[in-house]
């Protein structure tokens, strides 16, 4: 697993290695100059270059970019650098002087073969403005392949948000990962992130983790002979309604194909026909409704969960104060992991979300970002720029497992957080969240912790979307099913890379 930090945790490493450690700052940029060179190197050896051009700001960051241009020129190649400003600080001075060759006083109208953006490191908030902005659109427009240090100029590195920005080819990140490259647009304007080690040492917690395919070697471990599908778990789905029948088939396929014993759906009784014979490995059991959605009937809701390890609501259902009065009861009388998804959260939100602290339940809470709007009452925008603080905030105060989905999912308890970017475009479309809940309660019904359940759902159905978009070969035409049918592929994945760890 991979660490992911905030800016404010970065600065706070890089003093704690300078200043606890002993670590010199000029010998940190001079190790993030050596390993940008490096990637920049290969890159120019892959592209058959010769030329480079750094644009450099005032900061640490343009002394980076002035380390870097030293370093390549000491290899033989053409280097030339673009200063943006006198004003620079200290160590900035220092790299600068060291470097010998051209220096612009203007943007080259020629082309080079690929341009390093040294200009606003991970300190940089708000919009790029003057020389500096046109500096950034020259480099975009220019033709030329773009390398950024450390973050693309202009990103915030914090909640992936920006006005005027670098669109690089690769980002060599420095020490960790920054939150900023993988929420928001970071993953769209960085694009190849490689992450080096200089040595930056910490001694605090990472914000999060990157969740890596060694991180759920141990979801599938290799079956005993001497076991039976009581072995495995069941897992019961309530779902569905009379305006919304997919979800609950594509949940309950998605949880036959994840390893539980038993997997039970539960419809509401106008639509049960509906599912009769679709699949004859799930059970199917009409549950009580009124006008096409479900009603609580807590006798019929006891009988339906017991022995169950595992319960998911929500998918498909509608807004109904029965489906609230549902999803009440179970919070309040079950005593297994309940995971709760699309129309159980907005049922939440809609007729009081409270009810969540008085749960005997351990409780897999799967929003995306416009539900959690609902459920934390921030406005989307807020959402898309603070998620995982907020789905933090939010999991600490009702004591549950926030799976907020996104192209990076993150997945927290309100203490340990993790990201998941295992994902692809090809998966934004209606149904993959309803084949995420399938595949959430199926690893919670085989004993699987909360916490890892929701992770490795959001990992495997990532890796599942990925296969599926082999077929027709671009990302557009995957629908959700093709993605239940590629579970097996993904799952044996897993089950590689266990034996290899």
Partial sequence: ????????????????????????????????????????????????????????????????????????????????????????????????????????????????????????????????????????????????????????????????????????????????????????????????????????????????????????????????????????????????????????????????????????????????????GRQPEIILTPAPSEAGCLCADESFLRKLTEGAQAVAVGMGCGVSRGVYECVKFLLSEYKGTLVVDADGLNVLSAYGIDILREKSCRVILTPHPKEFSRMCGQPLETVLRKGPSLAKEFAAEYGAIVLLKSHANFVTNGKTCLFVTEGTPALAKGGSGDVLSGIVVSLAARGINALQSAACAAYLLGRAGRYAAEYPGNEYSVCASDAIKQLPRAISSLMRAGKEV
């Fill in 1 to 276: 697993m991979q660490k992911v930090l905030t800016c404010a945790q970065m600065r706070a490493s890089d003093k704690y290695t300078i200043q606890t450690l002993g670590v010199a700052a000029q010998e940190l940029m001079e190790r993030a100059g050596s390993a940008i060179a490096e990637e920049t190197e290969k890159l120019l050896k892959e592209r058959g270059g010769k030329s480079v051009l750094v644009v450099c700001g005032g900061g640490n960051n343009g002394g980076d970019g002035w380390c870097v241009a030293r370093l390549l020129q000491e290899r033989g190649y053409r280097v030339a650098v673009f200063p943006l400003t006198d004003k620079v600080s200290a160590d900035c001075a220092i790299q600068r002087d060291k470097f010998s060759g051209e220096v612009c006083n203007r943007f080259p109208d020629e082309k080079f073969d690929v341009i390093i953006d040294a200009i606003f490191g991970t300190g940089f908030h708000g919009v790029p403005e003057g020389r500096f902005a046109d500096a950034i659109s020259r480099i975009n427009a220019s033709g030329s392949a773009v390398v950024s240090a450390d973050i693309p100029s202009g990103l915030n590195g914090d909640d992936g948000t920006y006005g005027t920005c670098v669109n690089a080819d690769i980002t060599v990140t420095i020490g960790e990962r920054k939150v900023g490259l993988l929420i928001g647009d970071g993953a769209d304007v960085c694009g190849k992130l490689i992450c080096r080690d200089i040595g930056i040492a910490s001694d605090s917690a990472p914000f999060a983790g990157l969740c890596e395919e060694e991180d759920f070697a141990d979801v599938f471990p290799p079956r005993k002979h001497n076991t039976n599908k009581g072995t495995f778990g069941k897992a019961v789905l309530l779902a569905g309604s009379a305006a919304y029948t997919g979800a609950p088939f594509l949940s309950a396929q998605a949880a036959l194909r994840c390893g539980c014993g038993y997997t039970q759906l539960s419809v509401p009784e106008e639509v049960f026909t509906h599912y009769i």
